[in-house]
């Protein structure tokens, strides 16, 4: 393992999750609530589901090609780094956007790139990572996240009159710490030998999906992270919304409330990050945390079903960053345990990732027609159908077998 490597792999988790965090939780329900306030939450959801179904293509798509890459940069630094200069430009994109439609466009081209370096990146922790600091570095970069989500929502708070700043800032922090990332992953890169087969109809179509029959382990894991995700992501998604249509906040005031319970909380996200990481390492035990965790965020979306006030939503905020911190640390190193075949690890993390980028496709629409129910903010069912949902996630890792 390079040294050096560790930290940088943090930085670069900072970079690019505060570029593609930062719209999902708050910038992009920003942008379209000022162009088309009529139609926030249809626009919300047309957008968000547009750019994470291109995620579901781009991100095993880029995985298996960066895995067949054979270039003086090795395979993973050029899709790193040109994933993210594609990734800025469609930031800067939804920054300069006018209506809608450009938002949409640009939120596609942001998750197209960020997915390509994201391949590029994820690969690196099963390629360069012993697996007893897996879970760690998984702490570690998750800490990194929620700093991260922290830094994006205080600057969106501050900058919602500065479109094109509160969008493209963070697109190039990531193209900067990416490109440190791939400056420390050059020196020690395993090399790899021979030149792959010629593409085939069957193998491209085999770039987005790893045999569940052949790997049940992986196959588990994967539906589990789907599940818990979608489940986590009724709230991040529509947080903004809930604290202006349930506690009665102006746009304005729900960013800064969302900015500071995110404040609050983040602390508490850190400690777990790196206790949950450093424990489950020691103990060689994954499992036990995993389905903890998915318990803590169906309690806390339980109570934001019946939450009308402030006080009452930090402590749901509270609860759920604690489930949601042990929950990621984990399943990434339970993910890294069981992928299928090192010697193409981006294609397997890849389409992992699939599953941590689907929750945001489908809770656009689902999560639309349920608050829809009864003739518009139906928090309550929307929360207490993700409780259902997290639930059934976190009895599925049960079935994994290979790690304990």
């Known amino acids: 393992m390079p040294r050096g490597l560790i930290t940088a792999l943090v930085f670069a988790a900072f970079g690019i999750y505060l570029a ?32 994470a179904v291109l995620s579901l293509v781009a991100m095993p798509l880029a995985g298996a090609l960066s895995d067949r890459t054979r270039s003086r940069f090795g ?23 006018d209506s809608v439609l ?31 600091r897996r879970a760690k570095v998984s702490g570690l970069i998750g800490f990194a996240t929620a700093i991260a989500v922290l830094i994006g929502i205080a600057g969106a708070s501050e900058l919602i009159a500065h479109p094109l700043a509160m969008m493209a800032g963070p697109g190039v ?15 020690g890169e395993p090399p790899v030998s021979g030149t792959p ?26 539906l589990s992270r789907l599940f818990v995700g979608l489940g986590m992501a009724g709230l991040t998604t529509y947080a903004t919304y809930f604290l202006t249509d349930q506690v009665g906040f102006s746009l304005e005031d729900a960013t800064a409330r969302y900015a ?72 990434i190193a339970l993910a890294a345990d069981v992928i299928p075949d090192r010697g193409q690890a981006a294609k397997g993390m890849s389409v992992y990732q699939v599953a941590c980028n689907a929750p945001n496709s489908l809770i656009g629409g689902v999560g639309g027609a349920l608050l829809a129910v009864g003739g518009g903010g139906n928090y309550p069912l929307l929360f207490g159908t993700c409780v259902a949902i997290v639930l ?13």
Not at 25 to 30: C, E, N, R
Not at 78 to 97: K, M, N, Q
Not at 393 to 401: F, I
Request: with cysteine; charged share 10%; proline share 5%.
């Open 20 to 51: 593609t965090l930062t719209p999902t939780i708050v910038t992009l329900a920003i942008r379209i609530s000022t162009i088309a306030p009529e139609n926030k939450t249809a626009g919300l959801g047309v957008a968000i589901g547009a750019g």
């Open 75 to 97: 395979r993973r630094r050029p899709w790193l780094l040109g994933g993210t200069v594609v990734g800025l430009a469609g930031l800067t994109v939804i920054g300069l956007a």
């Open 102 to 132: 450009m938002v949409v466009t640009g939120w596609a081209i942001a998750q197209a790139g960020y997915s390509a370096g994201l391949a590029g990146f994820l690969a690196l922790i099963p390629e360069r990572v012993p697996g007893n």
């Open 173 to 187: 922090l990531a193209l900067v710490t990416a490109a440190v990332l791939a400056a420390v992953v050059r020196r």
């Open 197 to 222: 087969a010629p593409l085939t109809g069957r193998e491209v179509a085999g770039m987005f999906v790893v045999d569940p029959r052949r790997y049940p382990d992986f196959g588990w894991t994967w």
């Open 260 to 331: 500071t319970a995110t404040a609050i909380t983040t602390p508490l996200a850190l400690v777990c990050f790196l206790v949950a990481g450093v424990i489950s390492d020691k103990l060689g035990r994954r499992k036990p945390f995993l389905i903890a965790a998915s318990l803590a965020v169906a309690a806390a979306l339980a109570l934001a079903a019946v939450t009308h006030t402030f006080a009452l939503f930090l402590a749901v905020m509270a609860l759920f960053t604690i489930g949601q911190s042990f929950f990621f640390t984990v399943d």
């Open 392 to 404: 059934i996630g976190g009895l599925l890792v049960l079935r994994v077998r290979s790690v304990r």
